[in-house]
């Protein structure tokens, strides 16, 4: 509640100040990114931190790190794919070899996707700014259509 308090005062703050559409847009989207990310921060610790760890190290040969992760990297469609549907057979993260089964987390929504890819492309070593719904939602379309073939 403090949080969307401060947050609406800022906006507002923002709006008087700049007195532009560019500012209003600037704000609502780093609103938006706020909010992503401190949702997706809770939905990794309660879906993810288990495996890949708080500070994202992974956990020795067993599971990947995300954080300084060339996979993630260079693969954010196959990343937002294997939260929902999981994955099994190697992976190849920073030249170590992983083969342990991910399993998905089918029930998550496409805007929960969204937000913990939000956060982990934005904690540690990665910035690659806000994963925004509508993109997440049809890199899930594509990824469905990929398994069915």
Same mark, same amino acid.
């Given at each position: 509640? /403090?949080? +969307? !308090? !401060?947050?609406?005062?800022?906006?507002?703050?923002?709006?008087?100040?700049?007195?532009?559409?560019? +500012?209003?847009?600037?704000?609502?989207?780093?609103?938006?990114?706020?909010?992503?990310? %401190?949702?997706?921060?809770?939905?990794?610790?309660?879906?993810?931190?288990?495996?890949?760890? /708080?500070?994202?190290?992974?956990?020795?040969?067993?599971?990947?790190?995300?954080?300084?992760?060339?996979?993630?990297?260079?693969?954010?469609?196959?990343? #937002?794919?294997?939260?929902?549907?999981?994955?099994?057979?190697?992976?190849?993260?920073?030249? /170590?070899?992983?083969?342990?089964?991910?399993?998905?987390?089918?029930?998550?929504?496409?805007?929960? #996707?969204?937000? %913990?890819?939000?956060?982990?492309?934005?904690?540690?070593?990665?910035?690659?700014?806000?994963?925004?719904?509508?993109?997440?939602?049809? #890199?899930?379309? +594509?990824?469905?259509?990929?398994?069915?073939?």
């Amino acid at each position: 509640m /403090k949080l +969307a !308090l !401060l947050l609406g005062i800022t906006l507002c703050f923002l709006l008087v100040a700049c007195g532009s559409k560019d +500012a209003a847009n600037n704000s609502q989207s780093s609103t938006k990114f706020t909010q992503y990310y %401190i949702q997706g921060e809770r939905l990794y610790l309660q879906h993810c931190s288990n495996c890949h760890q /708080k500070n994202g190290k992974g956990l020795g040969l067993v599971y990947p790190p995300l954080d300084s992760s060339d996979y993630m990297d260079q693969n954010l469609p196959a990343v #937002i794919c294997l939260i929902k549907n999981g994955s099994q057979g190697e992976i190849t993260v920073n030249g /170590k070899i992983y083969n342990q089964k991910m399993p998905g987390v089918p029930n998550l929504t496409p805007l929960e #996707i969204a937000e %913990i890819s939000t956060y982990i492309y934005n904690t540690w070593s990665h910035k690659a700014g806000l994963i925004d719904v509508k993109q997440t939602e049809q #890199i899930l379309v +594509a990824c469905t259509k990929e398994m069915k073939e």
